[in-house]
């Protein structure tokens, strides 16, 4: 089984500036990836990022960065220079490469980037 | 064409009534997915298929039911709609190419009052 845990229910940042979406994960597997979803207010969910267990490197994609901490089970989202468009709910996810394969959810943090 | 089309885009419907929720894709992926959001919870899983003879339940399953009439085709029916059954629902796919990331629908938001 898999958890994901999102403590930050809101955030707030300004314009520009860089900001770092927390996530803890729990599993015993050793092969997994990690996801990050972008919900902007029209409800779609976007593919921002992926990591997967074995990777040495931290991914990027753009803007953002996740910051993998794999002894200590993070995978922070960092999104560099925020624009007003990042305002949104932001999700991390995990699956496992064995079995399932099922996402499975954080509960997301909303993150409003101001002028 | 969207490569997840969910339709309707937003429906309401009175408590006791059977309410059909379509889904089709055209990225030719086997394993598609229900889930429902609702504030707070993030996303739950309510059935997934890898293929169209393989349907299974997710978490939270009571209540709803499923059909896979064809690889690009799944449809989620809630039987008798409940005012709790109000959430946002999404419709996913995934395959290997992308680690099982999912490709979302934009999404269904269903109101039962």
């Not at chain 2, 309510?46 to 690889?71: L, M, P, T």
């Amino acid at each position: 089984a898999q958890k994901i845990t999102q403590t930050q229910p809101g955030m707030f940042v300004q314009e520009k500036e860089a900001v770092t979406l927390d996530c803890t994960y729990d599993t015993s597997d050793q092969s997994y990836g990690l996801f990050w979803y972008k919900q902007p207010s029209s409800g779609e969910m976007i593919f921002l990022i992926y990591q997967g267990s074995y990777d040495e490197q931290n991914a990027t994609e753009g803007r953002y960065s996740l910051n993998f901490q794999k002894a200590r089970k993070s995978a922070n989202l960092v999104i560099s220079a925020s624009q007003l468009g990042d305002s949104a709910m932001y999700f991390c996810a995990m699956t496992l490469n064995t079995g399932f394969q099922k996402l499975v959810f954080g509960t997301g943090t909303r993150l409003l980037v101001s002028p | 064409d969207a490569d997840v089309t969910q339709t309707p885009r937003n429906r309401i419907t009175k408590t006791g009534k059977r309410i059909m929720l379509e889904c089709s894709q055209t990225k030719g992926h086997d394993r598609m997915y229900w889930y429902r959001q609702d504030p707070g919870l993030g996303l739950r899983l309510i059935y997934y298929s890898f293929d169209v003879k393989d349907i299974n339940k997710g978490e939270i399953s009571d209540g709803y039911s499923v059909s896979r009439q064809a690889q690009a085709k799944f449809s989620l029916s809630l039987e008798s709609a409940i005012p709790n059954q109000t959430a946002l629902y999404f419709c996913a796919t995934s395959d290997r190419a992308r680690h099982y990331g999912y490709t979302f629908g934009s999404g269904t938001r269903l109101t039962v009052v």
